[in-house]
């Protein structure tokens, strides 16, 4: 991958205002965090030393902040918390930092909450299958931790690797297996969060989700896990057109039912990239084609769903809905199947950057979205080899849920590119009758685009909901929503 340094956000922004009211850091404040923190809670240093913290995976956004914090407790949060609170210090809850939205990382100098030392499972009842643990545990470790306990965390995203427990219900993300277990935030039990005041509500019923930290900082998680399935395949298949793969959802939905789990579509554009990126792993099917799709059964007899899955692919193929198909033989071609639909990110990252939007739409209408957005970049003249700035734009996603992707993948960010997609995207979608964000969230790059898919009084209610947790409005400033008079951003 290429390594960026993404220019500052309030330098790419210089619209944004740094609000007034919130206090500067001083070595007062420093030293009461050394009071309550061990040494390796804490990591002051120059904002370029603490890159990985404030900069986000894309390399899209960097703020400045010069002090991480790293508690390992609940209780240390909700001191760190009140102390912000009170002397009116900005604060950013971080997970994994996987974000897309820049809602993860700093605009200004805000202090960094960091949730990556709280990362123990705290209990698991195998019975009623409730899983409880620190906000902070990787969703790899969850996974892996529940496996071993013939369970499955009911969520898996592409960033699995690195994404957090806390991070991925903050944002109600959807994720690959939607069509089996539903959303996360059904399969939330309860929660524990810690208040921009400090306070801590712990009853699991008092409050379910927000969304990427601005209402409170989850702590803890209980989340109920699936038991493991004892058959899994799934297979790779070629299509000539996006119709095409809205008929075979369709036949999927009826001739796979109880054991479909996963509905994945990427277009011709997005494998390139993929084919790019994983170099040398030899490419599952003889030929291009404009569309693929990756269909997961999961179930608890092995001859059974296989032989469905085979049957199903047969009928397909006969009726010309499919071109070619690899289905998987063992659990290697499972997880190498796997591999080319979620190397699709990184794939399209590897570039320098891009830029990304999530959105939900009607599923005849699911695709319009990129093909209107290439077509306009196209006519700009924008894409192409170097060197045109894009590389390409491509759109992928989770046809269960109606989500699609769309990745900009560029050589560098620039203004005439985001000119050219903003309002552009949010009017199409708006048109639509579609969502900006469908499992994102909203952060810094979708701040005052609300209205695009949520009425007024929908955003009056959620300020006013924020205003009442977050007075000062010290966490997670910039985004989002924003408590207070004045909203001091770009909106």
């Known amino acids: 991958m290429v390594a960026i340094a993404a220019q500052l956000t309030a330098e790419a922004y210089p619209d944004i205002e740094r609000n007034p009211n919130f206090k500067v850091l001083n070595q007062d404040d420093v030293k009461y965090f050394r009071s309550i923190l061990d040494d390796d809670e804490i990591i002051e240093a120059n904002g370029d030393d603490l890159v990985s913290y404030n900069q986000d995976w894309m390399n899209k956004y960097r703020g400045q902040s010069h002090l991480v914090l790293l508690p390992r407790s609940t209780e240390k949060v909700s001191k760190i918390m009140k102390y912000c609170n009170d002397q009116q210090l900005a604060v950013v809850p971080q997970g994994g930092n996987t974000d897309l939205v820049g809602a993860s990382v700093p605009v200004f100098d805000e202090i960094i909450l960091s949730l990556k030392q709280m990362n123990k499972v705290r209990d698991f009842d195998p019975v009623s299958g409730a899983f409880k643990c620190d906000a902070g545990v990787v969703m790899r470790d969850a996974h892996q931790f ?27 993300a959807g994720g690959l297996n939607l069509l089996r277990y539903g959303s996360l935030h059904g399969n939330v039990l309860g929660l524990e969060v810690v208040l921009p005041n400090g306070e801590i509500i712990s009853n699991i019923d008092a409050l379910r989700k927000d969304n990427t930290g601005t209402i409170g900082v989850v702590t803890g998680v209980s989340i109920l896990a699936a038991p493991k399935p004892k058959a899994l395949n799934n297979t790779f298949i070629g299509l000539e057109s996006f119709d095409i793969v809205q008929d075979l959802f369709v036949k999927a939905k009826k001739e796979l039912s109880e054991i479909l789990s996963a509905f994945e579509f990427m277009d011709n554009g997005s494998i390139k990239c993929t084919i790019e990126y994983l170099k040398d792993e030899p490419f599952l099917l003889k030929k291009e084609h404009p569309f693929y799709v990756l269909i997961e059964t999961s179930g608890s007899n092995q001859a059974h ?82 060197p045109k700035p894009i590389v390409a734009s491509v759109g992928y996603g989770h046809v269960g849920d109606g989500n699609i992707h769309l990745n900009i993948a560029v050589r560098e960010f620039t203004k005439e590119i985001e000119g050219l997609l903003e309002p552009f995207v949010y009017e199409y979608i708006q048109a639509k009758k579609g969502s900006i964000s469908a499992e994102h969230g909203i952060g810094f790059h979708k701040h005052g685009h609300l209205h695009y898919s949520r009425s007024e009084i929908e955003i009056r209610f959620m300020k006013h909901i924020k205003e009442h947790y977050d007075p000062n409005a010290i966490l997670n400033p910039y985004k989002y929503v924003t408590a207070g008079p004045r909203s001091y951003c770009c909106d």
């Open 146 to 172: 529940l496996r071993d306990n013939d369970h499955i965390f009911p969520l898996d995203l592409p960033s699995r690797n690195a994404c957090q427990v806390g991070g991925v219900v903050s944002t109600n």
């Open 305 to 386: 769903d296989e032989e469905k899955l085979s049957a199903f692919i047969k009928s397909a193929l006969e009726e010309k809905l499919i071109s070619e198909s690899h289905m998987a033989a063992n659990i290697d071609e499972y997880n190498k199947i796997w591999t080319w639909r979620k190397s699709v990110p990184p794939a399209c990252n590897s570039y320098g950057g891009m830029y990304k939007y999530d959105m939900s739409l009607k599923l005849k209408d699911l695709y319009s979205v990129s093909e209107a957005v290439t077509k306009r970049l196209n006519d700009a003249g924008l894409i192409g080899d170097a």
